[in-house]
């Protein structure tokens, strides 16, 4: 008898082209891991749920909204409560007019100009995100490119330059530079003569030639060439006064400063990797395409106080947060998508392991400051559309808006997106102190920065009631012993949310969580 | 009695910033080398031209028609004669309707669904041509952000990976992480101590560690945090099958191939770094904007046949190209755009030395090709929302959209643009043959590329009547004997286009260019 076994991923791919044909052969390659981007395989086909059944989400984040909109498709009689006024959760933006309250009583108004808005939480969708980019289209969200890496930007460290910010394209320019140089030294020493063979080492070094822009000595030294990428001390331009001058590179030493590396490899994160896209005009429109589809079936400003559970259905307690009034939903199931800070302190019936899960990840801070200036100075003086400038300082970047290019009149920064510890601490100080922190750190960018500023901004993620910060912070450790318990159907609850997921605090997180929790509760439903 | 010395930049910037602020401080810094991105201070101010002065400017590209702006609004009469019967010379478009004519006589008939184009000359922008970016504010041209860098492009060796494309984001992550594996293992064994001293090696060694991804043992392998910059085999996802797994990394033989360093250099270049624009509706939209500034000054179709000069005057020879009419115009003065392989075959009266140079600029020609596909399958099936896919094939490169991201319907796509030798080989074929061998080596990349193709077109800039090549090809040699001699005014005639720049092949050096020209020739003309 022959042991089973499995069929190399060749066999598999050739016996599926031969079957189908190239769309099959390409959707297979993906299924087997070769070019993966994504999880989403297209919207879930729900359908048939049972005369009567229901559902009642909690939340209506991005997460508890797709829940209800392919619940509501899959028959599924649903509602929404909803603690906030307005839909959307962490997927909000601030415009002129609007109020942020915090815990421990700090308020401010929104002043920015009409058309200006921030983004406190996501702000900008990687390109593999599929399932939001699938959700926009069916929702008709329109999307436009958000310009993420720019070479133009500054990259700051109080340790390298003396401390003045250098140009991102110089310093990861002068940074391949060095490391080619060095690199085709060793190789021609024969250092790495026990690592790789002698073919390979001729590639490289004619590899470290091209890619550093090396000289005939294998050297690394300022150029017109060299210059043609870091760029010039005086451009080509035309006519009799044309003719270039190189500029000077940037030695070994200040290159090598960890920030200038973090930043260059910031953008290799497969989640930062251009192309990226944001909505037109604020990433709310996000959440309000999603809330078009639910027209009456979301109940805003309704805190949930708490979710019981028997054999026949759920039962969540609910207060009007207006008016005090006491509510309760009845369904025969729940999809809970409140994040674990609050839902933590809610009365939850679930079994003890998913109690324990609830209180055990940790949630981590965020600090988004948005700056409203007089006019686009960084277009206008210094030749910086969109992308951002990185600092070693506690405000960590300084972010230019991906819309409204050229345009005059006043235009709002990120000012501060301050995370790790840094987040506590702005989370610390009153709103007023934030932004004048804001203003001195990103002063060191912007010699017109003080002078061109009008208003602001900052939203503290900690001090947010609705949510006590800004996203889940698994540990490989805490996820072994909890994912599976928080994920999983208890009773008649799921939970969503992108603390359900492995993906991190994206927004892609919070539906591939949701898709993944409605289509096993339908399963669970159908064979109730 | 003291020698003049030149003050030190430190001390010429300190006095600066004394007498006129941080902005005349930047400005200075810009002025004196220190983040110099362009030659363009504005436009220039020119103003009182000699009552009834006048001016004839021979060609309506981008440099024609700005001289023919700036010089109007400084008072000079002006008139400007155009072979072709539409304003922009190589900054155009086609759109369905168009027509093609070859040298040759192959003519293509442009099939194009509405709102769908090629940009057969120029079609992005780099954020430092700034005076390109000047006038399209001035003009009223609306632009967008041009994608550039896209990760998820494709990069193609017939040498590498057994000829199969691969992710550029995969191929630059390995690239980056087997250098920095090799160059710390060199560093650890002291490889390069006599070349840098102990802290900058401990500085390199910990950069290679954080920018290469390597691991404890500083080796550069298989794993999730590597996954988290080149891809997952299988990506996180939510709910209980989130948990992601690893991809397998490239070995170093394969990476090293010089078609993914050249790939991975090609967007340092200075003139490819991102931020990059393009005007919204197709580049044309340009040559329009300047066009409308110019109502009734431009005379179309009309051969110039000789450019004669003496002390009182110029006199252009035409003739018009339709009706063969012959036609005198006079000027004081003549700027004249026309590009050296035809201005070479035309009569002109000038030195010898100018007419010396007008016969020695040699032009590289090109080939851009594009075709439209029933639908954005690169989008809808691969994920791949603008910028390009590089091959060592003859095509070079295949560039997808930047505009009407995840729209239905028909896109066309650049399926070639062949430089160098290439560009003559594809000049040499049948439009017809050209594009099958564009949907040939096209398909390397995209299974889907014939099924999905529509029509198209095949631009040989060698084989246009209008310009019999693609743009000036200075060597330092040529340059050297030259150059000076073309730029200079000769008598009562100056050169003005991208050959007379430093710049090269882009829109911003026939600016350039241009306001040189006429500023030089507003003095002469204000001084004769």
Same mark, same amino acid.
């Given at each position: 008898?022959?042991?089973?076994?499995?069929?190399?991923?060749?066999?598999?791919?050739?016996?599926?082209?031969?079957?189908?044909?190239?769309?099959?052969?390409?959707?297979?390659?993906?299924?087997?891991?070769?070019?993966?981007?994504?999880?989403?395989?297209?919207?879930?086909?729900?359908?048939?749920?049972?005369?009567?059944?229901?559902?009642?989400?909690?939340?209506?984040?991005?997460?508890?909204?797709?829940?209800?909109?392919?619940?509501?498709?899959?028959?599924?009689?649903?509602?929404?409560?909803? =603690?906030?006024?307005?839909?959307?959760?962490?997927?909000?933006?601030?415009?002129?007019?609007?109020?942020?309250?915090?815990?421990?009583?700090?308020?401010?108004?929104?002043?920015?100009?009409?058309?200006?808005?921030?983004?406190?939480?996501?702000?900008?969708?990687?390109?593999?995100?599929?399932?939001?980019? !699938?959700?926009?289209?069916?929702?008709?969200?329109?999307?436009?490119?958000?310009?993420?890496?720019?070479?133009?930007? =500054?990259? !700051?460290?109080? @340790?390298?330059?003396?401390?003045?910010?250098?140009?991102?394209?110089?310093?990861?320019?002068?940074?391949?530079?060095?490391?080619?140089?060095?690199?085709?030294?060793?190789?021609? @020493?024969?250092?790495?003569?026990?690592?790789?063979?002698?073919?390979?080492?001729?590639?490289?070094?004619?590899?470290?030639?091209?890619? +550093?822009?090396?000289?005939?000595?294998?050297?690394? @030294?300022?150029?017109?060439?060299?210059?043609?990428?870091?760029?010039?001390?005086?451009?080509?331009?035309?006519?009799?006064?044309?003719?270039?001058?190189?500029?000077?590179?940037?030695?070994?030493?200040?290159?090598?400063?960890?920030?200038?590396?973090?930043?260059?490899?910031?953008?290799?994160?497969?989640?930062?990797?251009?192309?990226?896209?944001?909505?037109? +005009?604020?990433?709310?429109?996000?959440?309000?395409?999603?809330?078009?589809?639910?027209?009456?079936?979301?109940?805003?400003?309704? @805190?949930?106080?708490?979710?019981?559970?028997?054999?026949?259905?759920?039962?969540?307690?609910?207060?009007?947060?207006?008016?005090?009034?006491?509510?309760?939903?009845?369904?025969?199931?729940?999809?809970?998508?409140?994040?674990?800070?609050?839902?933590?302190?809610?009365?939850?019936?679930? $079994?003890?392991?998913?109690?324990?899960?609830?209180?055990?990840?940790?949630?981590?801070?965020?600090?988004?400051?948005?700056?409203?200036?007089?006019?686009?100075?960084?277009?206008?003086?210094? #030749?910086?559309?969109?992308?951002? $400038?990185?600092?070693?300082?506690?405000?960590?970047?300084?972010?230019?808006? $991906? $819309?409204?290019?050229?345009?005059?009149?006043?235009?709002?920064?990120?000012?501060?997106?301050?995370?790790?510890?840094?987040?506590?601490?702005?989370?610390?100080?009153?709103?007023?102190?934030?932004?004048?922190?804001?203003?001195?750190?990103?002063?060191?960018?912007?010699?017109?920065?003080?002078?061109?500023?009008?208003?602001?901004?900052?939203?503290?993620?900690?001090?947010?009631?609705?949510?006590?910060?800004?996203?889940?912070?698994?540990?490989?450790?805490?996820?072994?012993?909890?994912? #599976?318990?928080?994920?999983?159907?208890?009773?008649?609850?799921?939970?969503?949310?992108?603390?359900?997921?492995?993906?991190?605090?994206?927004?892609?997180?919070?539906?591939?969580?949701?898709?993944?929790?409605?289509?096993?509760?339908?399963?669970?439903?159908?064979?109730?």
């Amino acid at each position: 008898m022959t042991e089973f076994t499995a069929p190399s991923r060749r066999q598999l791919l050739t016996a599926i082209g031969k079957a189908g044909g190239a769309a099959a052969l390409y959707h297979a390659m993906t299924a087997l891991g070769h070019a993966a981007p994504t999880q989403f395989n297209g919207p879930p086909k729900l359908s048939g749920a049972r005369k009567g059944a229901s559902v009642v989400v909690l939340g209506a984040g991005l997460a508890g909204m797709l829940a209800a909109y392919e619940l509501s498709k899959a028959g599924y009689s649903v509602q929404v409560i909803e =603690y906030q006024n307005r839909p959307g959760g962490r997927n909000y933006s601030l415009r002129g007019g609007d109020v942020v309250k915090e815990v421990g009583g700090a308020i401010q108004q929104v002043k920015f100009a009409p058309g200006n808005y921030l983004n406190p939480g996501p702000w900008r969708i990687p390109y593999h995100h599929q399932a939001l980019l !699938h959700y926009c289209q069916e929702f008709g969200v329109a999307l436009e490119p958000f310009v993420q890496l720019n070479y133009n930007g =500054y990259v !700051h460290s109080d @340790k390298a330059f003396g401390g003045k910010p250098q140009r991102y394209g110089e310093v990861a320019t002068d940074f391949k530079g060095h490391i080619a140089e060095l690199l085709a030294k060793a190789a021609n @020493k024969n250092a790495l003569d026990d690592t790789i063979n002698k073919e390979d080492r001729d590639k490289l070094v004619e590899a470290m030639r091209g890619w +550093g822009v090396l000289d005939k000595d294998m050297a690394y @030294k300022s150029s017109l060439k060299v210059s043609a990428q870091r760029g010039f001390d005086r451009p080509p331009g035309g006519g009799v006064g044309g003719a270039p001058t190189p500029s000077d590179i940037f030695g070994l030493d200040d290159v090598l400063d960890p920030r200038m590396w973090q930043t260059i490899s910031f953008y290799f994160n497969n989640v930062m990797q251009t192309t990226m896209f944001q909505p037109v +005009g604020g990433m709310d429109m996000i959440g309000k395409g999603f809330a078009k589809q639910l027209t009456g079936k979301i109940r805003y400003s309704s @805190k949930v106080t708490k979710i019981a559970q028997g054999d026949s259905g759920v039962t969540i307690s609910y207060e009007d947060t207006a008016t005090g009034a006491k509510g309760e939903a009845k369904a025969d199931w729940c999809v809970c998508t409140i994040p674990l800070p609050i839902l933590s302190q809610i009365e939850v019936q679930a $079994s003890a392991p998913m109690q324990t899960a609830i209180k055990s990840v940790p949630y981590h801070s965020s600090c988004k400051i948005g700056l409203e200036m007089k006019r686009r100075f960084w277009e206008e003086d210094e #030749q910086i559309y969109g992308g951002h $400038s990185f600092t070693s300082q506690s405000i960590s970047q300084l972010s230019y808006p $991906s $819309s409204g290019f050229f345009k005059k009149g006043p235009a709002v920064v990120l000012g501060a997106y301050a995370g790790g510890a840094a987040a506590f601490q702005f989370g610390g100080m009153t709103p007023e102190e934030r932004i004048e922190e804001a203003l001195k750190q990103g002063s060191v960018f912007h010699k017109q920065y003080r002078a061109e500023y009008s208003n602001g901004v900052a939203v503290a993620w900690s001090r947010l009631p609705w949510i006590l910060g800004c996203a889940s912070s698994w540990t490989d450790d805490i996820r072994k012993t909890h994912y #599976q318990n928080l994920v999983g159907i208890d009773g008649r609850v799921v939970l969503a949310g992108e603390h359900a997921s492995y993906v991190g605090a994206w927004m892609e997180a919070a539906l591939l969580s949701s898709l993944d929790a409605v289509t096993r509760l339908h399963q669970r439903a159908q064979a109730a």
